[in-house]
């Protein structure tokens, strides 16, 4: 399953055939123009190729990286949650909400955690057992979250009082680096190590490859998707308590963006190493990829409604080349 | 007129569909179509119908070639082609169905509904005087039979000559059938030709004037239905007599131990009062399409929404529930259809070797050694002899033979011995022959292990070739047994059509 283990990368290599020298084309095309949109920045844009700016980007795409990150598992049993965004909106200002109430830090951490639980329950609910496609029914839940989300916050921001430990997770640095880019290393490497090196990945990926087959083979499919919906949420709610301690505060709508971002993330990852599939690797990289765009042209000045387009224009590409390879079905 | 299709060859990628078939249809006749599914029947009428076009051969229209590139020009040459799973739009009234897309119109755009709905009323008069259907109601409240009437007077509403008619009694209950049997007749009369394909060969008896029968591919014969027994059909769509033989020495080394027991066991319209498997032995089950074979024994396997009053695995009582209750009490199955049911094409052949057992390879908390799932997949590879340029090779790039070995080393993957039941299905369907020998041999080699073995097949020299003991199917229940003294093509024949040998 590993995609950069010796024996894959091997077997292409030693392939004669033309069929999997097509196939190597089109699993790192897309980290090839990730890299060639660096090696652009870097001769047009002045300070784009610096450490600072470097680390910049890190910290800038760390909450994206994470959600895509719980994303990935969705898209992998082939259920999309269309709900991180307002989970993250929700996290963002409930940790908040709870601090300024008093609540001790690890006990406002946890509180997050729980409503990201509960939020994934509900969502694998009425998904497993309810029986409603996931994109109908985390479309309703993130109607449902937002709503709760301004009925707490009457749509203003929470600050002030806000506990500096707390901001630190958001704005620290250790030797320099930008705590949140650990965090989001950290996410990364545990989403990748469950999706590919334990059972509870292969079966995720068994369901979402074959449901039949998988249903034939004795897993229990009901139960990976529903896993999946609430690792979705889980990361979502994680993203969003970082997100209110990078801003400093606990904006409402904050987490709106989150939603398409990280969906694009997962297509572009989508389209490299195994392509069709969704994987942790290919979506860090696809968040790295949205991160090298914003960055870039930010620095050249741009408006963001141009990085809103540029966006939408990437993420076209992006499933045009998945459903040219492999059927994306993924309602 | 007539249409005549010959020398039709269809290539897919990986089989023959068909393979220099000529057969011609008339407008004066109802023109039975019969052959076991992958017979080629549905590639034929694709064709003639214009869904297809053929990799090689003719098709003439009164002597007059012509060149049938899609439904549309089918149609505009009289084709039209009603399909088995029904292209009526549920919501919709028959009316709005039968004149689908050919609406009397107001300025181009808004529909006359007053004009609509005399206008299929005059189409199902003029076709079927005698029939009666409520044209305003929505299709999903009228009974089966009438719908397929509104389909059938949607595909005369053009110009049509001949009219394909794939199973279209399959959904109705038998009390409709005789309507439709009615209306089938009457066409020739008015005209318009029937191509009929059925798997009720009663049916096909009783309504055709020809028949031609298809095996594997290839034109069989066609003759007027006079000169056709039933017996002669099933004989005609099954002998394959003349094939390479892979019998091997079918050992009869059976023990006394029954590994599967079960009594009363039904699943849908399928009910099998009793059915034992000795330890060592290979059972074959056979019928025709839709006999409840298949049924049976995939249902042994997942026994989702059947019943049964008693079960036992290797002598321990067992609570038919769930696949992985079934796989726990250890039977496994090699389905057909490996595509679709067993394996995973984006996968490596590793992967797909440890999609049943991956915590083979675990190292505590669920976590994988890759060392040892390799090790493991390595193993299943030389026992099986899979051809691959290393486990990572992806499934899907695989020969037909090679991904049937994957979908049975799935159960021997970390669990040699685990299954004393093991089912297969269609096990060499699209399986080159040399692999199939093998895929044999293995399966005597699990039958000598101790594992019994059930194989539900519809290639009875398979079945001739591997089996101790046959069970022939009928109207979804067993018929006796057949002891292997007693073996032969006809007698299975003559077991599954219900007609003494």
Known sequence: ????????????????????????????????????????????????????????????ISMLTIVGAGLTFGFAAKEMDLSVGFSVGLAGVLVPLML???????????????????????????????????????????????????????????????????????????????????????????????????????????????????????????????????????????????????????????????????????????TMLR????????????????????????????????????????????????????????? | MEIVLSDITMQFPGTLALDGVTAGFRTDEVHGLIGENGAGKSTLVNILGGSLQPSAGTVQIDGRAVRLASPHDALLQGIA??????????????????????????????????????????????????????????????????????????????????????????????????????????????GVGVVLISHFLSEIKALSDRITVLRDGRHIRTDPSASMSEHDMVDMMLRRSGGANLRGAAGAAQSTEVVLDVAGWSVGA???????????????????????????????????????????????????????????????????????????????????????????????GGVLSMQREEAEAQRVMRLLNVKAHSSGQLLKTLSGGNKQKISIGKWLYGAEGRYRVMIFIEPTEGVDIGAKAEIYAEMRRLAASGVGIIIASSDLLEIESVAHRVIPFANQRPGPEIAQSGFSESAFIAAISGVAA
């Not at chain 1, 060639?36 to 784009?48: E, I, N, Q, R, W």
């Not at chain 2, 009526?88 to 107001?106: K, Y």
Request: proline letters at 5%.
């Open chain 1, 1 to 60: 399953m590993s995609d950069l283990t010796p024996s894959t990368t091997t077997v292409s290599a030693q392939s004669p055939t033309g069929f999997l020298r097509k196939d190597l084309v089109q699993r790192y095309s897309t980290l090839v123009v990730l890299v060639l949109m660096f090696a652009v920045f870097t001769v047009t844009v002045d300070k784009f190729m610096t450490p600072q700016n470097l680390l910049n980007i890190a910290q800038q």
């Open chain 1, 100 to 270: 300024v109430a008093g609540v001790s830090l690890p006990l406002a951490l946890l509180g997050g955690l729980a409503a990201g639980l509960a939020i994934g329950a509900v969502n694998a609910a009425l998904v497993t057992l309810v029986g409603i496609p996931s994109l109908i029914a985390t479309l309703a839940t993130g109607s449902i979250l937002f709503g709760i989300n301004f009925l707490m916050t009457g749509g203003r921001a929470i600050y002030g009082g806000l506990p500096d430990t707390y901001l630190w997770l958001g704005q620290g640095r250790v030797a320099g680096i930008p705590v949140l880019a650990f965090f989001m290393l950290a996410a990364v490497a545990i989403a990748w190590f469950v999706m590919e090196r334990t059972i509870f990945g292969r079966y995720i990926y068994a369901v979402g490859g074959n449901q039949k087959a998988a249903e034939l083979s004795g897993v229990k499919v009901r139960r990976y998707k529903a896993a999946a919906l609430v690792v979705c949420a889980v990361f979502a709610v994680m993203a969003g308590t970082l997100l209110a301690a990078r801003l400093g505060s606990g904006q409402p709508n904050a987490g709106e963006r989150y939603l398409l971002d990280g969906l694009a993330t997962v297509f572009i990852g989508m």
């Open chain 1, 275 to 331: 392509p069709g599939t969704a994987t942790v690797l290919g979506t860090f990289f696809g968040a790295l990829f949205i991160g090298v765009i914003n960055n870039g042209l930010n620095l050249m000045g741009m408006d963001t409604y141009i990085q809103s387009i540029v966006k939408g224009v990437i993420i076209l590409v992006a499933v045009a080349v998945v459903s040219r390879s492999t059927k994306l079905n993924l309602l």
């Open chain 2, 81 to 190: 082609h009603v399909s088995q799973e029904g292209s009526l739009v549920p919501g919709l009234n028959g009316a709005e169905n039968i004149l689908l897309g050919a609406e009397p119109r107001v300025a181009g755009a808004m529909i006359r509904t007053g004009a609509l709905k005399a206008e299929a009323e005059a189409l199902v008069a003029k076709w079927f005087p005698q029939v009666r259907i409520d044209l305003a109601r929505p299709v999903s409240e009228l009974p089966m039979a009438d719908r397929k009437v509104i389909e059938i007077v949607r595909a005369l509403r053009g110009a049509a000559r001949i009219v394909i008619l794939d199973e279209p009694t399959a959904t109705l209950p038998a009390r409709e059938k005789e309507q439709l049997w009615g209306i089938i007749r009457q066409l020739p009369k008015q």
């Open chain 2, 270 to 364: 399928i009910e099998v009062p009793q059915f034992r498997l000795h330890a060592g032995e290979i059972v074959g089950l056979i019928g025709l399409t839709g006999a409840g074979h298949f049924g049976f024994a995939r249902s042994l396997h997942n026994p989702v929404g059947g019943r049964c009053r008693a079960m036992s695995v290797a002598g321990k009582p067992v609570r038919p529930g769930s696949v992985s209750q079934m796989q726990k009490a250890g039977i496994a199955l090699v389905p057909d259809h490996r595509m679709e049911y067993a394996l995973i094409g984006e996968w490596s052949v590793r992967e797909n070797l440890a999609m049943v057992h991956p915590s083979f390879a675990g190292i505590g």
